[in-house]
């Protein structure tokens, strides 16, 4: 084939191919990558797919399967396969549709039981350390270090009981990249939006771990921001929905889908989240529901050990709502029972 002929093919737009490990994505095409990352006798498989849309635009990386037990970003990252459509795009979509198989296909919440380490602890990862730190430092580079934005998506695992919310970054040394945080949470149309405050936070200085996935990005000046949305490891397909619009909410206020934007009224912000922990192992025996709206000092539940004797009475610290409480029996001294949004 002529230079030429191959230049008119991989160019539409004056867009050119989009570079991923190794291969090219035309413009308006969309291609499935599955990355194999090996560690001794462990190998775990990442599957990804590229979105490549006609003209230039951002470069939107997404997480999702972090946690490999939070099914409902998962799900809805399939669902994101067929509603993206490149022909119709402006940028690129990185889509990691299960970022931690290990955790996913073990059925096993927030660790990696091939290594024990929990991906949302392991940011920027290591190419030469555990499969974990492998996965962690594989997203790092080829995921996150080609992003203009940055979503990672997570749900209540297994034990947790959680009410859907978006999480943002703010950082009173990173303002503009706070800002378009901001902006992005807002435009998902999510009722509840808790603020990230990590001025002076360890994790983002240099020299230290990042720890978590998006932190990584934001840590790069790259906007970034969670889902929680889906519990108890559940598929409910409501929430899966949620997820998928609010991603195609981002998506049009980015400019990257034509449309115009419509501003959601009466979001909550949460500067400020209190938690409880448990100060013993023992049954959990939950009062309320996250979502409720708790006042101080309401009773939130009581931990008993193994012979029915009450050894905690939980009460809440804060007026607020409960965006997060364990929904099952078991429970771990130092492991927090319940976090609230606090209202003031
Ligand atoms: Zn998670």
Redesign the pocket.
Known sequence: MPVWLLFCLNTLNGQSSFEFYGDEVAPGSKRHWTVSIEHEKDTLLVPVTVFHGTKSGPVLGITAG??GY?YAPILAGQQLIDRIDPKKMSGTVILVQVANMGSFLGRSPYINPQDGKNL?RSFPGDEHGTITERVAHFISTEVIAKSTHFIDM??G?APEDLVAYVGYYQNDDKPQASETCRSMAMATGFEYIVEFRTTGKDYLKPGQSSLYCSAEAFKRNIPAMDFECGRLGLVEPHLVKKIVTGVERIMLSLKMTPGEVVETTGQVFFPVRSYVESEHDGIFYSLKKAGDYVSKGTHLGYVTDFFGNHLQEVYAPESGVILLIIGTPPINRGESLVGIGVID
Do not use: A, F, G
């Open positions: 972090v946690h939070e949302n997570h749900s695992d």
